[in-house]
T-cell receptor, first 115, second 113 residues
Framework: GAGVSQSPSNKVTEKGKDVELRCDPI?????LYWYRQSLGQGLEFLIY????????KSGLPSDRFSAERTGGSVSTLTIQRTQQEDSAVYLC?????????????FGSGTRLTVV | DQQVKQNSPSLSVQEGRISILNCDYT??????FLWYKKYPAEGPTFLIS?????DKNEDGRFTVFLNKSAKHLSLHIVPSQPGDSAVYFC????????????FGQGTTLQVKP
């Protein structure tokens, strides 16, 4: 597609429920990143996929968070047993390759609210 | 451990004047620095970058200055325009690592007409 598409744009969920957030990167972009922005905070790195390499999961805050990227394209970020501190805007970005940091294109994000 | 810090959460300037946004970092391995701009309900967009081997990069109204000895960079916008009102994020990358960007907390710039 023309840009990075994220869905849903907004999600309200009850504490303890699982949620899935979806990212459709730009076609042909091999690198995909997930970040989150909590209220009043900067963009916090979560996970990075590059081609067929093992993902860099060093930013995932707990084992309740997981992500996968199927067929080198669409990515899903899953949060199990959501907590109120998980409330944030979750942003996905893609780029042509690793180190194409000039070419990061971000989606508009999914605003997650855990009540 | 906050490796990239933007200590001013907000800045307000008059249209036509200069806006100066500051950023400090702690990791000497960072070799590229970038500024992103974010409007509400949109994703951040790339604005300007600088390599650690340079001390200045200019693109139209936007100039980024890097002081490696002080581990400090700044973004200058001149003249400021109301459309520049947005959140500005400083970011750094160690390209020898995975290449992931490390972002600061952001500074909200308001340019008053």
């Amino acid at each position: 597609g023309a840009g990075v598409s994220q869905s849903p744009s907004n999600k309200v969920t009850e504490k303890g429920k699982d949620v899935e957030l979806r990212c459709d990167p730009i076609s042909g972009h091999t690198a995909l990143y997930w970040y989150r922005q909590s209220l009043g905070q900067g963009l916090e790195f979560l996970i990075y996929f590059q081609g067929n390499s093992a993902p860099d999961k060093s930013g995932l805050p707990s084992d309740r968070f997981s992500a996968e990227r199927t067929g080198g394209s669409v990515s899903t970020l899953t949060i199990q047993r959501t907590q109120q501190e998980d409330s944030a805007v979750y942003l996905c970005a893609s780029s042509l390759a690793q180190n194409s940091f000039y070419g990061y294109t971000f989606g508009s994000g999914t605003r997650l609210t855990v009540v | 451990d906050q490796q990239v810090k933007q200590n001013s959460p907000s800045l307000s300037v008059q249209e036509g004047r200069i806006s100066i946004l500051n950023c400090d970092y702690t990791n000497s391995m960072f070799d590229y620095f970038l500024w992103y701009k974010k409007y509400p309900a949109e994703g951040p967009t790339f604005l300007i970058s600088i390599s650690s081997i340079k001390d200045k990069n200019e693109d139209g109204r936007f100039t980024v200055f890097l002081n490696k000895s002080a581990k400090h960079l700044s973004l200058h916008i001149v003249p400021s325009q109301p459309g520049d009102s947005a959140v500005y994020f400083c970011a750094a990358v160690d390209s020898g690592n995975t290449g992931k960007l490390i972002f600061g907390q952001g500074t909200t710039l308001q340019v008053k007409p």
